[in-house]
């Protein structure tokens, strides 16, 4: 059986030194694998790309990295869960519910909690990384420099 070989782009006829001596291991370590096609899948995302938004005039920068991505989808659920509960009947229901939730805090202690006391605690710790964020993007834009002392809890929300 003939061997080929890929020279510039065309098709070649191996000599039989050359066959002998293929390293089919070697030939085979440099083919892509599954892993590779995931590395410059994560790069691609990290890297992210411009988007267009109805109503904004020109395209949006966004990286794909992961807080980005935990920003946007904090944004977007607390979008979500304030359209919810500005319909009343959603709201009266989601307050009737049981607490069936089991949540464990930063304390290390579980808490029993309502779904309407669950979303209330997203909308919470949403407003408070938006106010993190806030502050910061004071502190950077800040006309006079950042201040020395930009780690002391006065520049933070509590």
């Not at 946007?72 to 709201?91: M, Q, R, W």
């Not at 029993?112 to 990384?129: E, H, I, R, W």
Request: aromatic content about 6%; overall charge negative.
């Amino acid at each position: 059986m003939d061997q080929y070989k890929m020279v510039n782009g065309k098709r070649s006829l191996m000599t039989p030194a050359e066959v002998a001596a293929f390293d089919v291991s070697t030939a085979e370590e440099r083919l892509p694998k599954p892993k590779d096609v995931n590395r410059e899948r994560d790069k691609r995302i990290i890297e992210g790309s411009e988007f267009s938004v109805e109503g904004v005039d020109e395209p949006i920068p966004v990286s794909g990295d992961l807080q980005t991505m935990i920003n946007h989808l904090g944004l977007s659920v607390g979008i979500i869960i304030e359209t919810l509960l500005s319909d009343p009947a959603i709201k009266s229901a989601l307050q009737d519910a049981p607490a069936t939730i089991q949540y464990r805090c930063n304390d290390n202690m579980i808490r029993l909690v309502t779904p309407y006391q669950m979303l209330m605690l997203q909308l919470a710790g949403g407003q408070f990384v938006g106010g993190v964020f806030g502050k910061s993007w004071d502190l950077k834009d800040n006309p006079s420099g950042i201040p020395a002392d930009y780690a002391e809890d006065q520049h933070w929300p509590a």
